[in-house]
């Protein structure tokens, strides 16, 4: 299992459009510091990383940008080796559908891990940078590093079950451009068709991705108010990608392989 897992991480590492996908990640969280070190800061890092927010732009179009394009690499494993064939080769290697499924997806996990990482250390890093050459980190470093360091881990986590997920999603629908198209139209129904007022937005999957990697805000219940927002969308996420990643080990078990 673990010479197959390592096959398929080094598969992944080779394909020209999941080096573009790094190259992209790494230019839009540089973009966000390059812009953020030209706007006056509206407020000190210890006033923005209080309230969830990593810049003056949203989680959402910083950190959540990585995330997405981690679920996209996690397709193209999936999706590019079925189309070239490689995943019925490998089947005559390792007839056991189960083994090679679960290192598909191991392997989308793993292998986004060092992009994310050097994305969220140039994000909470470059932010840092430009807001002590400004004077306005608003405390000391003790206190402010372990908070960026912990926001980093949050984004590292969920670019991991976005991967995994969607590997998962690229063996249900085979196709890359329909699990890409299916993600914007969940982002589409979420934002604009039922809005953050709905009544189901506690569960919504991207505003609980947003409020797991700001750390902040909160969830309502039939009591009130939930004190631990990160637990309720942690066990959300995860959740999803292992009803996700289990759906699709059982489509591959059955299904005719190209």
Known sequence: MTGLLWAEVRRFGVRPAIRWIAAAMLLHVALTVLVTAFVPPAASLAELLEHGRL?????????????????????????????????????????????????????????????????????????????????????PASDLVPVLAWAGVRVIALAVCAAAAGAALGVLVRRWWVAVGLAVVWFLVE????????????????????????????????????????LHGGLLLLGVTVVLTVLGGAVFRRRDVR
């Open 55 to 139: 810049s003056f732009f949203s989680v959402t179009s910083s950190a959540l940008a990585a995330v997405l394009l981690a679920y996209v690499a996690g397709v193209l494993l999936v999706t590019g080796e079925s189309a070239s064939g490689g995943t019925r080769t490998l089947l005559t290697v390792e007839p056991r559908r189960g083994r090679v499924y679960w290192s598909k997806v191991a392997a989308a996990a793993l292998a986004v891990v060092p992009g994310v990482a050097a994305a969220s250390a140039l994000l909470a890093g470059g932010l840092y940078g430009v807001h002590a050459r400004s004077g306005t980190l608003g405390g």
């Open 191 to 230: 934002e604009i068709l039922l809005g953050p007022a709905s009544r189901a937005a506690d569960w919504f999957v991207l505003g609980n991705a947003e409020a797991w990697v700001r750390g902040a805000g909160t969830v309502s219940s039939g009591e009130g108010t939930l004190a631990v927002p990160l």
